[in-house]
């Protein structure tokens, strides 16, 4: 009896693993991930291989334990937001896509699905920076001050969002090009703070600035972010010469103004004189002799 027993048993088994490695079996890899990551806004990108498939995403920081994403768990789209999970920035972290069947009704290991590795990727050292916003300012006849806007990371910490520079912090350079209007020269700084003073200008010229983040402790690929629309000074930062170009303007207006009038009042006099000549001369012609 007991030897049947044992291979009832042993029977059952066999088809329990049966059925469900035949279920895992059909799920496949997902393929081409990879990390997308502007700002420090870090997204796991990949491509489904089958319709219906969920993926839980896991990752790992420096090789260490696989951590479950906890937003990203039994998902059916093909991308996860990890932006607030890589939380100590300058290290790698590696993740791993793993399929999964929509329909839960038994009972299987991770371990038993497939798998899908992305490479390593540290945000610190490889998250894109977007193009940068700033202001030109006029400080005297030779100096400008480029006022240059932190952009925002989508990391939220104690109430407060992130900006690069809160990120970067003494990592973040700025690269100020600018050119004198009508010369070809450009000049390049790199200034370490968002506020940069550019000085020994000629007073009374236009000069054009472009302004791009960067982080020279990076690889060279992710070093320099892209330029700035440029921004320029106005041409005449001397208020004498903009006020006589305004009194020019004046001048010409008003001296049309007076000859217009002149030439109305001229015409319409003219009009006038002929009219009354020509009735004096008809009462005088028709008056009786
Ligand atoms: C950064 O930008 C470059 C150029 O657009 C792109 O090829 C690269 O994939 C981006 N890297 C990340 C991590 O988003
Ligand atoms: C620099 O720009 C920021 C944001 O536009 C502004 O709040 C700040 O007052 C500016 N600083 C100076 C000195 O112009």
């Known amino acids: 009896m007991a030897p049947l027993k044992t291979v009832l048993y042993l029977?059952?088994?066999?088809s329990v693993w049966i059925i469900?490695?035949?279920d895992v079996n059909v799920l496949s890899k997902v393929e081409g991930v990879h990390w997308v990551s502007l700002d420090f806004k870090t997204i796991l990108n990949w491509t489904a291989t089958a319709a219906n498939d969920t993926y839980t995403v896991l990752y790992s920081e420096d090789g260490r334990e696989w951590n479950e994403s906890p937003d990203c768990i039994r998902v059916s789209e093909s991308e996860c937001d990890l932006s607030s999970y890589l939380e100590f920035f300058n290290r790698t972290f590696t993740a791993d896509i793993v399929t999964e069947p929509v329909t839960m009704d038994y009972e299987y290991g991770l371990e038993d699905l497939p798998h899908t590795y992305s490479l390593p990727f540290n945000p610190y050292t490889?998250?894109?920076i977007s193009a940068v916003k700033f202001t030109v300012e006029a400080l005297d006849d030779g100096r400008i001050i480029v006022n240059i806007t932190d952009p925002l990371t989508s990391i939220h910490r104690r109430g407060k969002q992130l900006s690069i520079r809160d990120v970067l912090k003494n990592d973040l350079k700025y690269k100020i090009s600018y050119y004198k209007s009508g010369s070809t020269g450009k000049r390049d700084i790199i200034s370490d703070s968002s506020m940069a003073e550019v000085s020994k200008l000629d007073a009374g010229q236009r000069y054009c600035f472009m302004v791009a983040a960067f982080i020279p402790s990076r690889p060279k690929a992710t070093r320099q972010g892209p330029w700035s629309i440029q921004q320029c000074t106005p041409r005449d930062s001397n208020v004498v010469e903009e006020l006589s170009t305004g009194a020019?303007?004046?001048?010409?207006?008003?001296?049309l103004t007076v000859l217009i009038i002149i030439i109305t009042v001229t015409v319409l006099c003219c009009r006038c004189c002929q009219q009354r000549n020509k009735s004096l001369h008809s009462s005088q012609s028709s008056a009786p002799i």
């Open 248 to 255: 020019w303007v004046g001048i010409v207006f008003i001296l």
């Open 126 to 128: 490889g998250s894109n």
């Open 20 to 22: 469900t490695t035949a």
């Open 11 to 14: 029977g059952l088994c066999l």
